[in-house]
């Protein structure tokens, strides 16, 4: 099956600064790539997601990039903010199969 | 608010007893997915139902069992609880084609089940 490693576990960033946060997957035929956040003690949010027919998608702060030869694909964050603060999961998938495969997690702490 | 629901908020029980989280989806998805969540540890799924019937199985233990019903709510039963299952247990839904185009999983706000 479907094995996602998220690197790194924990990130810590002066506020104003970058945050890239990576990922590898093993099955060359997941096609979705999806990025949630989780504040503590709540559910997960996406935050933004990405096909494997684009190498990269940007949402204000927000950009992920994917590198399918590769297989993995990173979540850039720019100037960051202390609400940035949270835990980052990746994910992928194979659109037939539905079954969502999420990465370890890495804890961002913005400080100010 | 993501539009799908799950009660109880909490729950408090001992080793060795069962009890059944619920799971609405939002209107119009097929698909329910289930995710534990120990403390401080990924999101883990469980299982999937796709219009009432088990469509993907993951490290789900034989103690726990889930069902999607014809109004498409779903349930999430565990039995003989452990320590160990004390856990966040979140539901999620999509549209849920079968075969088709994947879209985002909603979640819903998570029931946090403490096991003493």
């Known amino acids: 099956g479907e094995n996602v490693e998220q690197h790194p576990s924990t990130l810590s960033v002066q506020e104003g600064d970058s945050a890239v946060i990576k990922c590898t997957y093993s099955?060359?035929?997941?096609?979705?790539f999806p990025w949630y956040k989780q504040e503590l003690g709540k559910r997960p949010q996406l935050i933004i997601d990405?096909?494997?027919?684009?190498g990269e998608k940007k949402d204000q702060r927000i950009a992920v990039t994917l590198n399918k030869t590769a297989k993995h694909f990173s979540l850039h964050i720019t100037e960051t903010q202390p609400e940035d603060s949270a835990v980052y999961f990746c994910?992928?998938?194979?659109?037939?199969?539905?079954?969502?495969?999420f990465g370890g997690g890495t804890r961002v702490l913005v400080k100010p | 608010d993501s539009g799908v629901t799950q009660t109880p908020k909490h729950l408090i029980t001992a080793t060795g007893q069962r009890v059944t989280l619920r799971c609405s989806p939002r209107?119009?998805?097929?698909?329910v997915y289930w995710y534990q969540q120990s403390l401080d540890q990924g999101l883990q799924f469980l299982i999937q139902?796709?219009?009432?019937?088990?469509?993907a199985k993951g490290n789900i233990l034989e103690r726990f069992s889930a069902q999607q019903f014809p109004d498409l709510h779903s349930e999430l039963n565990l039995s003989s609880l452990e320590l160990g299952d004390s856990a966040l247990y979140f539901c999620?839904?999509?549209?849920?084609?079968?075969?088709?185009?994947?879209?985002?999983?909603?979640f819903g706000p998570g029931t946090r089940l403490t096991v003493l």
């Open positions: 994910a992928a998938i194979k659109a037939a199969g539905n079954k969502l495969t």
């Open positions: 990405i096909r494997s027919n684009v």
């Open positions: 139902y796709y219009n009432g019937e088990e469509r």
């Open positions: 209107s119009g998805d097929l698909s």
């Open positions: 999620a839904s999509t549209p849920g084609v079968a075969g088709g185009v994947y879209n985002e999983q909603f």
């Open positions: 099955d060359s035929a997941s096609n979705y």
